[in-house]
């Protein structure tokens, strides 16, 4: 196959309910979509990177610029037999992850859809439902967010994990412990801690939480396992894992005793199977996390949360948590046993609704085989 056209679209979704991280409040997401066209089929992906460089070092203007100027222009010249063909070229550019991800993602669609093959299957997935999970940021009080948790909980939501920083852990931890005291509760701290603070996080073992998350630098890997050395709770990683090697070395340090797979961060699907794969060998469970994505990136999670290894709860939650409005139509639901269906149609299997997409972009750029 040729590509015949890429179109990208950078899209300002507004956000039901703020989002706030050790990094950040936001109310909106922009988020990047790609829609690759060959033989009159469309395939469609999705850069969730943000609106700027807080998480990674990319956001939605980085993703357009490693696109447009970049990937597209090469994936245009080459002859496509599977998605995975995309890697040579996107190994000639350092980084640029979620950008990667999104055109990756958009091939695998589009192969998905001419097999007539749901993406699940095409990546070996083995569940026809996955647990949803939810994942809740920082609020204006501690009763604020209790509130909250207890609104998913009604819902059926099997997991609740929920943001930390220094300054807004221990106490609201206690509140929460004392509120819904059997709740599989785990918390995220997006770096903000450093090894001098390993007091504050080894007291969090009093809590039952099934994971601390990514508590020390984006990068490191070294200090997470000195800190598992002196915590009893489970260190999973998700800033500090950009790609397979760094699964690697992460469990043979003990850096990590779980990890949150998002293709997006590791430069997409391919990768991440084989994050994965490497993991189930190894005994480590991994769990699906999110980027605040919209339908489609999160039609992306669904599918790869479908393989075996993904034995955790993780953070793809109902379209309803995030958007009034998602762009595809039907939007993902939780079901009320806190489960997700794993899609049966081609593809993505729901449809992307082109109406919606028109209404939330403010810039589009189509580039064509020359
Ligand atoms: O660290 O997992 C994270 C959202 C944006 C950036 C980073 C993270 C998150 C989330 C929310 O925790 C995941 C989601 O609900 O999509
Ligand atoms: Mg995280």
Redesign the pocket.
Known sequence: MKLEQVELRHLRLPLVHH?E?SFGRVHHQEVVLVEVQADGVSGFGECAAGGGPY?SAEDAQTCLHALKDFLVPWALDLEFRSPKDLAPIARRIRGHNIAKAGLEMALWDWFARTQDMPLSRMYGGTREAIDAGV?LGIEDSHDELLARIGSFVEKGYRRV?VKVKPGWDLEVLEKIRARFPTLPLMV?A?AAYTLADADTIKTMDMFRLTMIE?PLDHDDLTDHAALARIVETPICL?ESIKKPADAQKAIALGACRII?IKAARVGGPTNAIEIHDHAQERGVPVWC?????SGVGRLHNVALASLPGFTLPG?I?GSDRYWVEDIIDPPVVVRADGTIAVPTGAGLGHEVVRERVDRRTVWTERIRRA
Do not use: I, P
């Open positions: 989002f991280t998480y994942s994990k995220d997006n990514q998700d949150n996390g999110g980027l605040l994505e953070d939650s």
